[in-house]
């Protein structure tokens, strides 16, 4: 009998998650964060099902994930860099903006999305950059810069 391949352990769950960021299914879209330096860089998955319901209509008979939804998950990984910085203001980050971002291949349920973020700079604690790639088996898959802004 051979024991089981060890697990790399995630740094959040999916529970911490939710605690972390206010998206809610179906719009959750962060699964595990494998790395976290708060005010700093995240790494994260999001695991692409066919049960996910964006699914059903783009498009049948050939499920493609929307790129919209990539640039969503890489900006929930986005903003769980700032959710820990203990000196900023309690709010709402909302995008204010969204620079180069360029889609290099399909994803299709069974890929794992990686979704790596880098904080870029953050102005008067209310406004945030981050440089985003999301890779899948190794292949860079989308990339570009997302801008946010606090509300109130």
């Known amino acids: 009998m051979t024991s089981p391949a060890p697990t790399t352990p995630s740094l959040l769950t999916s529970e911490q998650i939710l605690n972390l960021l206010p998206h809610r299914y179906p719009f959750a879209l962060v ?6 330096e708060p005010g700093k860089r995240a790494v994260a998955i999001k695991n692409v099902t066919i049960n996910e319901p964006q699914f059903q209509g ?8 929307p790129g919209v939804l990539i640039v969503e998950a890489m900006a929930q990984v986005g903003g769980l ?3 820990q910085m203990p000196d900023l203001p309690k709010g709402l980050f909302v995008f204010a903006g969204i620079d180069g971002v360029r889609f290099r291949r399909p994803v299709v349920p069974g890929d794992q999305l ?18 985003a790639e999301v890779t899948v088996d190794g292949a860079l898959v989308c990339s570009g810069d997302l801008m946010f802004s606090l509300v109130d």
């Open 31 to 36: 699964d595990r964060v494998l790395e976290h």
């Open 58 to 65: 783009h498009f049948p008979g050939r499920p493609l994930m």
């Open 81 to 83: 860099i700032v959710t």
């Open 114 to 131: 990686l979704i790596s973020c880098e904080l870029l700079s953050l102005k008067r604690r209310r406004f945030g950059k981050v440089h």
